[in-house]
Structure formats: structure tokens, C-alpha cells
């Protein structure tokens, strides 16, 4: 062949391949394409914007690189938005949002004051996000948060979700009606499931294979009721783009399984001792396969299994029943083929909690086996604790799996200020270019409860369509101009403040109020140290009532307003404590008596404070629960889940009782000053007949009185009663001079 020929040849092959390439990629967009639920995206805009719905266009623009896209530019007087999806165009929508309306949508207050003129953007704005996967929720997160939510407050979150980038979502709504129908297949009556199922409070450790039957039986209205509230949140997660991820069996059986097949392999589990053994199904058994094909079946005819993406978590805080190397590797061989016998191109979406949580157990070798098993693409996990104990820097990056770093940041859905704002800008733009970072596919939020905090996390999710750190104190100035629609010095102020005080590290802390009455600066479940000088707290309260009469209006500013003065007031209630403790100690009963008065009226003028805001009413967490109920006999089930988990969190005795306390009004006034005012009266009555006060006899005594709450049925407020800002005024002018006061002696004692 001559040279010329050969150049030919080469040539035509040459447009052969990029015609094929090309034909390869256009088809790819054609598809890519079909998908776009154009529909789904403007009516999320019509849902958060409908004054404004006409002056949005929207178009699908294609992934770049498999990585998802948004645009935003203006023609003709309209805001073009373009994404790959429904959550790029949503992402789009709140980048407009943010950055040219400056507004803001949270949990804890929204604004959404359209400025005059309609803000258009300038040039074109083109994003691309560095994650394959933005992974949100936790499995505690359906009990500290959403145990009671209806659909209404579904679809909010989910157009939430989209707004901030999320196409990751755990969706574990639901499955108790799939089980149910599995193991009455098998044989089971309703007083083996009666045995199993807990009340909805506590399906997280029901799934997790922490505990059974605990505060149940659940009726059968609820497993029909939220069968179809899952529907519709897949269908509408879907049509926006999401993937969420499906539960699937991880070997926790009921009971009876013994009784139903004695010659079942069935081990026991135990969860710290903190209530009756729960049982796990051999990974040597058929049943166990059996079993998940059968859920995974089931499933399939009830929600459809299009995303591929399931969650089943085993052993959670829990040790393994035996812990040779062979049951470990089985036990993880035996959930990924529980999965993908039924679905063949499952992928097992792992939480890593058990590596940090058993740590000690977990070495790096065993989890290396536990993973081995399971096929390299069809595994992700979740770097739960990544935030401040990640596992992925112990285990060589999961060893070749696919893996997420999450942020936890918050336990038992408890709601003080804090937060390493920071860490938080620069950590999780620095793992993208980590050069050990592995097969890192993503970011996640994962706190075991939300609606708290929303400064933590709107800073979190500005990692998803960036990979560059945040240069926090400009953040702020922008995320406050956004948050209450305008610029002003006093919040300003206030937020440097509070990113040097409550935001200036990880760790939460808790208020000695909701303690169980010591005269100890901590008791079970309530540690008070406080990781910043609480004194230096205060100028940001007296600078948000500095803003007060320009911005007392904005949503936002009050329920800052009003957090952060909580949260000072919070703070101060160890020291009115301690004085209490002292006087005691000095046998100053005098004294003990007008200490313990101010003590108690600190958490009376708490609890008002709290009442002028909807987001620290117990009454709604109360009501809503209620809600559920289709008669009397249900709403009572229901209310008394509702007041355990928060308070006791699982019985009269339970070791995790304050675990998941809430600061909220009516709680306050309800129950804790109720128990503080016994503790008083305890004191002061032993007191007076000569005997030592005996802290243990107290403690066994106030469980009585704690477990008659959890029983009963007293209403609380749903509304919010008051003005945030004339009440955060009062409570200021109050408490501020005394506040200092109590804190310049302390340190001048130090």
C-alpha cells in the first residue's frame, strides 16, 4: 500500500470513529434528554414563586463529563434556567435565588421579597458539580425530625432538596406495610408482628435491628397511610432526578422466628443493654435469601426499583453475634445478595456508623473482610462521622469502593447553636483533591435531625456545585444579605460574633435545664461545657436588636433573633444553677430558696421567649403526631411516642432518656420546671425534717412523675403567641446587665 493510500485509509477511518463517537453522544443527549421533566421544574417554581412563575423559562442543557450542569441567563426580560434534570434546574432557580433576589428558603425561616426591579442575571452562569452523588437524610432523621410529617410537609422538603442539589435521598418511608405482607406470607399473625413492629417514633432502631415492639403494636391505618405517602414522595423525587435509596433486608427477623421455623439458624443481638434482645437471621440460612428476594419482590410491585440504589444497615451500635472472619465476610456477602438476586444491578448504600461507633472491633482488616465480598461498583459507603472521625483515611479509602464524605454534625435532633463553620467551608472542597481520596463519589448530609442550624447547612451544601474552599467571613456577609433580604451593620456584626463564639468549633452542649435535676454542672445525656466563653455570646443578641427595627419584620431575622437569645438566656442557666448548688452546699437555705426562684423563672421566660416562634412549639410536634390517628385509641399511641422519644426517649427506665431533648416552648414550662420545681421542694422539704437530701431516691421518684407525662394528654400551643421582637426586647433588657454581672464576677473568681 503507498503512503498515500495509507493516509487515506487512515483518514476515512478516523471520521468513521468520531461520526460513530458522535452519533455515540447524540443518541446518549437524546436519552439523556427523554428523561427531563421539563413540567416538574416549573411547577417547583410555581410552588415557591407563583407570582413570579412567568418570568422563568426553562431548557435542558447535557451532563458534562457525567456530571450534572446547571445554567442561568436572562432573555428577552425572562431568567433562563437549564440543568440535565429537575435538580440542576432547581439548583439554577436557587442560585438565582440566593445571589440576584437574595433571598433564602430554610427550615428555620424563609424569605422570599422579591426585590423591585425583577432582578436579572448578567452574562451567562455555568455550573458543574464535582460530585456524582449529593447524598441526604439519616436514618435517625426519620424519627428526631419526620416521624409525624404529611405529605405537605414532604413536598416542601423535597423541592428543599432540589433547590440545594440533592439527588441522593434516603426514602425509608413506608416499608412496615411491605414487611408486614413478607412475614404474613410466611405465616406470621398479627401477634407475631404485633411483637415485632415498634410505634413510629422508633422505626430507625426497628430497621436497624436495634429494638422490637417498643411502643407499639403500630396499626395497620398507618402501615396503609404512609404505603401511599411513599409513593408519592419517590414519584415526585423521581421526576426531578433524584435516585433514592430503598431499604432492603439485613437479616433482623421477628421474635417468633424460632416458632414459626425451629430449625431456623437464628442468633441474638443485644443493643448495649438497653432493651430486650432483638434476633438476626444466619447468613448460612436460605431463609435468608428467601427472605430478601421476597422483600426485594414485594417492594418492586409496591414502589418500582428503577434506581437501583438500597440502604440496609446491620449490627448498628450493636456487636456482631460472631466474630470470625468467615460469619463476618458471609454476613456482607449475604445483604448484597439479598439485594441483587431480584435486582441485578443493585448497589448497596452502605452507612459506615458501625466502623467508628465499634471501632474497637472494626480494624481496618476486618472491614477490608466484611467488604471483600461485595462487588467493587455495587457498593457505597457512607462516611457517616467524616466531618470529625472519618474511616476512609484508616481503611486506604474503603479499599477500592465507591464512598461518600458526610457531615453528621447533630445528634438526637437537639437544637443549641454550634457548629465548626470553618471546617465546614474548607473540608469538604479540600477531599475532591485529595490525592488518597480513592473512589470518593460525593458529599452528604447526614444529621439524625434537621430543622436546627440552618446556617450550618446552607454553608454545607455550598460544596455541591463547587470544589473550592469558602472564604467563610465573606459567606456570611452574603448569606445574611440573602437571609433577611438586605445588608445592614448589625447583623453583620452579629454574625462575626457568633462565627467566633457557637460557630467557631464542632460540639454541641446542652442547657442544665433540660438535665435531670442535679446539683451537678451535667447529668446523663445533658454535658453543659460550653465550647466558647458564653459572655462573649451576648453582643450578638444586643446586635440582632440593634437591626431589630429595620428588619423585625423578615422571617428569617426573627427566628435568629429569638435562637440566639434563647441560646444565651440557655447558657446562663448553669450559672443561676450553680448558685442554687452553692447555697445549698454553704446551707444557706435563704439563699437556696431565692436562687432556685430565679432559676425557675429563667425557664419561664425561656418558654415565652420560645413561644413567639412556630419552629420551638411542642404542641405542633404534639398535634401532628395526633393527626395520624383514625381514633382515639391511635391518637393516645401516637401522642405518647411522640412525648418518650423526646423526653425518656424509651421507657420509664431507658439509659437514653434526655438523649433527644428539644429546646421548646411548652416543653420547658411542661416538663422541665415541673421537675426542677419537685427537685426544689425535695431539697427544701429533707431539708427542713433534718435528713440528707439522697439525689438517688429523688431520681427514682421524678421517673415516676416523668413516665405520667409521657402518658398523659394536656394540650400544648400550636401558634405561636407573642411578638419575637417585643419579647426578645424584654427578655434583653432583663437579663443582659445581670448576665454580665454573673460573668464578670466569675472571672474575676477565676
Request: with cysteine.
Given at each position: 500500500?503507498?503512503?498515500?493510500?495509507?493516509?487515506?485509509?487512515?483518514?476515512?477511518?478516523?471520521?468513521?470513529?468520531?461520526?460513530?463517537?458522535?452519533?455515540?453522544?447524540?443518541?446518549?443527549?437524546?436519552?439523556?434528554?427523554?428523561?427531563?421533566?421539563?413540567?416538574?421544574?416549573?411547577?417547583?417554581?410555581?410552588?415557591?414563586?407563583?407570582?413570579?412563575?412567568?418570568?422563568?423559562?426553562?431548557?435542558?442543557?447535557?451532563?458534562?463529563?457525567?456530571?450534572?450542569?446547571?445554567?442561568?441567563?436572562?432573555?428577552?426580560?425572562?431568567?433562563?434556567?437549564?440543568?440535565?434534570?429537575?435538580?440542576?434546574?432547581?439548583?439554577?432557580?436557587?442560585?438565582?435565588?440566593?445571589?440576584?433576589?437574595?433571598?433564602?428558603?430554610?427550615?428555620?425561616?424563609?424569605?422570599?421579597?422579591?426585590?423591585?426591579?425583577?432582578?436579572?442575571?448578567?452574562?451567562?452562569?455555568?455550573?458543574?458539580?464535582?460530585?456524582?452523588?449529593?447524598?441526604?437524610?439519616?436514618?435517625?432523621?426519620?424519627?428526631?425530625?419526620?416521624?409525624?410529617?404529611?405529605?405537605?410537609?414532604?413536598?416542601?422538603?423535597?423541592?428543599?432538596?432540589?433547590?440545594?442539589?440533592?439527588?441522593?435521598?434516603?426514602?425509608?418511608?413506608?416499608?412496615?406495610?411491605?414487611?408486614?405482607?413478607?412475614?404474613?406470607?410466611?405465616?406470621?399473625?398479627?401477634?407475631?408482628?404485633?411483637?415485632?413492629?415498634?410505634?413510629?417514633?422508633?422505626?430507625?432502631?426497628?430497621?436497624?435491628?436495634?429494638?422490637?415492639?417498643?411502643?407499639?403494636?403500630?396499626?395497620?391505618?398507618?402501615?396503609?397511610?404512609?404505603?401511599?405517602?411513599?409513593?408519592k414522595i419517590l414519584a415526585r423525587e423521581r421526576e426531578l432526578g433524584m435516585k433514592p435509596i430503598l431499604p432492603a433486608f439485613s437479616g433482623h427477623v421477628p421474635p417468633t422466628f424460632k416458632k414459626r421455623f425451629p430449625n431456623a439458624q437464628v442468633?441474638?443481638?443485644?443493643?448495649?443493654?438497653?432493651?430486650?434482645?432483638?434476633?438476626?437471621?444466619?447468613?448460612?440460612?436460605?431463609?435468608?435469601?428467601?427472605?430478601?428476594?421476597?422483600?426485594?419482590?414485594?417492594?418492586?410491585?409496591?414502589?418500582?426499583?428503577?434506581?437501583?440504589?438500597?440502604?440496609?444497615?446491620?449490627?448498628?451500635?450493636?456487636?456482631?453475634?460472631?466474630?470470625?472472619?468467615?460469619?463476618?465476610?458471609?454476613?456482607?456477602?449475604?445483604?448484597?445478595?439479598?439485594?441483587?438476586?431480584?435486582?441485578?444491578?443493585?448497589?448497596?448504600?452502605?452507612?459506615?456508623?458501625?466502623?467508628?461507633?465499634?471501632?474497637?472491633?472494626?480494624?481496618?482488616?476486618?472491614?477490608?473482610?466484611?467488604?471483600?465480598?461485595?462487588?467493587?461498583?455495587?457498593?457505597?459507603?457512607?462516611?457517616?462521622?467524616?466531618?470529625?472521625?472519618?474511616?476512609?483515611?484508616?481503611?486506604?479509602?474503603?479499599?477500592?469502593?465507591?464512598?461518600?464524605?458526610?457531615?453528621?454534625?447533630?445528634?438526637?435532633?437537639?437544637?443549641?447553636?454550634?457548629?465548626?463553620?470553618?471546617?465546614?467551608?474548607?473540608?469538604?472542597?479540600?477531599?475532591?483533591?485529595?490525592?488518597?481520596?480513592?473512589?470518593?463519589?460525593?458529599?452528604?448530609?447526614?444529621?439524625?435531625?434537621?430543622?436546627?442550624?440552618?446556617?450550618?447547612?446552607?454553608?454545607?451544601?455550598?460544596?455541591?456545585?463547587?470544589?473550592?474552599?469558602?472564604?467563610?467571613?465573606?459567606?456570611?456577609?452574603?448569606?445574611?444579605?440573602?437571609?433577611?433580604?438586605?445588608?445592614?451593620?448589625?447583623?453583620?456584626?452579629?454574625?462575626?460574633?457568633?462565627?467566633?463564639?457557637?460557630?467557631?468549633?464542632?460540639?454541641?452542649?446542652?442547657t442544665i435545664i433540660v438535665a435531670r435535676p442535679t446539683f451537678e454542672k451535667d447529668n446523663d445525656w445533658a454535658y453543659t461545657k460550653t465550647p466558647y466563653a458564653p459572655e462573649k455570646l451576648i453582643p450578638a443578641w444586643e446586635s440582632f436588636l440593634?437591626?431589630?427595627?429595620?428588619?423585625?419584620?423578615?422571617?428569617?431575622?426573627?427566628?435568629?433573633?429569638?435562637?440566639?437569645?434563647?441560646?444565651?438566656?440557655?447558657?446562663?442557666?448553669?450559672?443561676?444553677?450553680?448558685?442554687?448548688?452553692?447555697?445549698?452546699?454553704?446551707?444557706?437555705?435563704?439563699?437556696?430558696?431565692?436562687?432556685?426562684?430565679?432559676?425557675?423563672?429563667?425557664?419561664?421566660?425561656?418558654?415565652?421567649?420560645?413561644?413567639?416562634?412556630?419552629?420551638?412549639?411542642?404542641?405542633?410536634?404534639?398535634?401532628?403526631?395526633?393527626?395520624?390517628?383514625?381514633?382515639?385509641?391511635?391518637?393516645?399511641?401516637?401522642?405518647?411516642?411522640?412525648?418518650?422519644?423526646?423526653?425518656?426517649?424509651?421507657?420509664?427506665?431507658?439509659?437514653?432518656?434526655?438523649?433527644?431533648?428539644?429546646?421548646?416552648?411548652?416543653?420547658?414550662?411542661?416538663?422541665?420546671?415541673?421537675?426542677?420545681?419537685?427537685?426544689?421542694?425535695?431539697?427544701?422539704?429533707?431539708?427542713?425534717?433534718?435528713?440528707?437530701?439522697?439525689?438517688?431516691?429523688?431520681?427514682?421518684?421524678?421517673?415516676?412523675?416523668?413516665?405520667?407525662?409521657?402518658?398523659?394528654?394536656?394540650?400544648?400551643?400550636?401558634?405561636?403567641?407573642?411578638?419575637?421582637?417585643?419579647?426578645?426586647?424584654?427578655?434583653?433588657?432583663?437579663?443582659?446587665?445581670?448576665?454580665?454581672?454573673?460573668?464578670?464576677?466569675?472571672?474575676?473568681?477565676?
Amino acid at each position: 500500500m503507498t503512503k498515500k493510500k495509507w493516509m487515506l485509509c487512515k483518514l476515512i477511518a478516523m471520521i468513521i470513529f468520531f461520526t460513530a463517537i458522535s452519533s455515540h453522544l447524540a443518541q446518549a443527549r437524546q436519552v439523556d434528554e427523554t428523561k427531563f421533566n421539563k413540567q416538574s421544574c416549573l411547577d417547583l417554581i410555581k410552588r415557591i414563586l407563583p407570582k413570579y412563575a412567568d418570568r422563568f423559562e426553562v431548557e435542558y442543557v447535557p451532563q458534562k463529563n457525567n456530571k450534572d450542569v446547571f445554567e442561568l441567563e436572562s432573555r428577552n426580560g425572562k431568567v433562563v434556567l437549564r440543568g440535565n434534570n429537575g435538580v440542576s434546574v432547581a439548583s439554577a432557580f436557587n442560585h438565582w435565588l440566593k445571589n440576584y433576589a437574595r433571598c433564602d428558603i430554610s427550615w428555620n425561616g424563609t424569605n422570599l421579597d422579591i426585590p423591585s426591579p425583577f432582578p436579572m442575571p448578567q452574562g451567562k452562569i455555568h455550573k458543574v458539580t464535582p460530585h456524582d452523588y449529593r447524598h441526604y437524610f439519616n436514618y435517625c432523621t426519620f424519627n428526631y425530625t419526620s416521624s409525624w410529617w404529611d405529605w405537605e410537609r414532604w413536598e416542601w422538603e423535597i423541592d428543599f432538596m432540589a433547590l440545594n442539589g440533592i439527588n441522593m435521598p434516603l426514602a425509608m418511608t413506608g416499608q412496615n406495610a411491605l414487611w408486614d405482607r413478607v412475614y404474613r406470607s410466611m405465616g406470621f399473625d398479627d401477634a407475631d408482628m404485633d411483637a415485632f413492629f415498634t410505634g413510629p417514633a422508633y422505626f430507625m432502631w426497628f430497621w436497624a435491628g436495634n429494638i422490637d415492639g417498643l411502643n407499639g403494636p403500630l396499626p395497620k391505618s398507618w402501615m396503609k397511610s404512609h404505603e401511599e405517602l411513599q409513593k408519592k414522595i419517590l414519584a415526585r423525587e423521581r421526576e426531578l432526578g433524584m435516585k433514592p435509596i430503598l431499604p432492603a433486608f439485613s437479616g433482623h427477623v421477628p421474635p417468633t422466628f424460632k416458632k414459626r421455623f425451629p430449625n431456623a439458624q437464628v442468633d441474638t443481638l443485644n443493643w448495649e443493654g438497653r432493651f430486650a434482645d432483638t434476633y438476626v437471621l444466619s447468613p448460612d440460612d436460605p431463609l435468608f435469601q428467601e427472605i430478601g428476594d421476597k422483600f426485594m419482590q414485594e417492594q418492586d410491585k409496591a414502589f418500582g426499583n428503577t434506581d437501583h440504589l438500597y440502604g440496609a444497615d446491620t449490627f448498628n451500635e450493636m456487636f456482631l453475634p460472631h466474630e470470625d472472619t468467615a460469619y463476618v465476610r458471609k454476613i456482607g456477602r449475604a445483604v448484597y445478595n439479598g439485594m441483587a438476586k431480584v435486582d441485578p444491578q443493585a448497589v448497596w448504600v452502605m452507612q459506615g456508623w458501625m466502623f467508628w461507633d465499634k471501632r474497637d472491633f472494626w480494624k481496618p482488616e476486618r472491614v477490608k473482610n466484611y467488604l471483600s465480598d461485595v462487588p467493587d461498583d455495587n457498593l457505597i459507603i457512607l462516611d457517616l462521622f467524616g466531618e470529625e472521625q472519618p474511616i476512609w483515611n484508616k481503611t486506604d479509602a474503603f479499599y477500592g469502593k465507591k464512598w461518600i464524605w458526610c457531615m453528621l454534625h447533630n445528634f438526637g435532633g437537639k437544637n443549641p447553636l454550634f457548629g465548626d463553620l470553618d471546617y465546614i467551608g474548607r473540608e469538604p472542597a479540600e477531599m475532591v483533591h485529595d490525592p488518597n481520596r480513592g473512589r470518593l463519589s460525593g458529599i452528604g448530609l447526614v444529621p439524625e435531625g434537621i430543622e436546627q442550624n440552618p446556617v450550618v447547612y446552607s454553608l454545607m451544601l455550598n460544596h455541591v456545585w463547587d470544589d473550592q474552599p469558602v472564604n467563610v467571613k465573606e459567606w456570611l456577609i452574603d448569606y445574611a444579605h440573602s437571609r433577611y433580604g438586605k445588608r445592614n451593620q448589625f447583623t453583620e456584626e452579629a454574625w462575626r460574633t457568633l462565627h467566633q463564639t457557637a460557630y467557631a468549633q464542632e460540639g454541641s452542649h446542652e442547657t442544665i435545664i433540660v438535665a435531670r435535676p442535679t446539683f451537678e454542672k451535667d447529668n446523663d445525656w445533658a454535658y453543659t461545657k460550653t465550647p466558647y466563653a458564653p459572655e462573649k455570646l451576648i453582643p450578638a443578641w444586643e446586635s440582632f436588636l440593634n437591626a431589630a427595627d429595620e428588619l423585625g419584620k423578615n422571617d428569617c431575622f426573627q427566628f435568629d433573633l429569638v435562637t440566639v437569645g434563647r441560646q444565651v438566656l440557655a447558657d446562663f442557666a448553669l450559672v443561676e444553677q450553680q448558685k442554687m448548688a452553692k447555697a445549698f452546699k454553704d446551707g444557706d437555705m435563704e439563699g437556696f430558696k431565692r436562687s432556685s426562684s430565679d432559676f425557675l423563672r429563667l425557664i419561664e421566660d425561656m418558654d415565652k421567649l420560645m413561644a413567639t416562634r412556630r419552629d420551638f412549639l411542642l404542641g405542633r410536634w404534639l398535634n401532628d403526631a395526633k393527626k395520624w390517628g383514625t381514633n382515639q385509641s391511635e391518637k393516645r399511641l401516637y401522642e405518647k411516642n411522640a412525648r418518650d422519644l423526646i423526653t425518656l426517649w424509651g421507657g420509664k427506665d431507658a439509659s437514653l432518656h434526655e438523649y433527644a431533648n428539644k429546646q421548646w416552648s411548652g416543653l420547658f414550662n411542661g416538663f422541665y420546671k415541673k421537675r426542677w420545681e419537685m427537685f426544689v421542694r425535695e431539697v427544701e422539704s429533707t431539708t427542713r425534717a433534718g435528713k440528707k437530701f439522697d439525689q438517688q431516691a429523688f431520681n427514682e421518684k421524678v421517673k415516676d412523675w416523668e413516665w405520667n407525662w409521657v402518658n398523659s394528654t394536656e394540650s400544648y400551643p400550636d401558634k405561636p403567641k407573642g411578638n419575637p421582637i417585643a419579647v426578645s426586647k424584654a427578655m434583653f433588657k432583663k437579663y443582659a446587665d445581670k448576665m454580665k454581672k454573673a460573668y464578670s464576677v466569675a472571672l474575676a473568681d477565676r
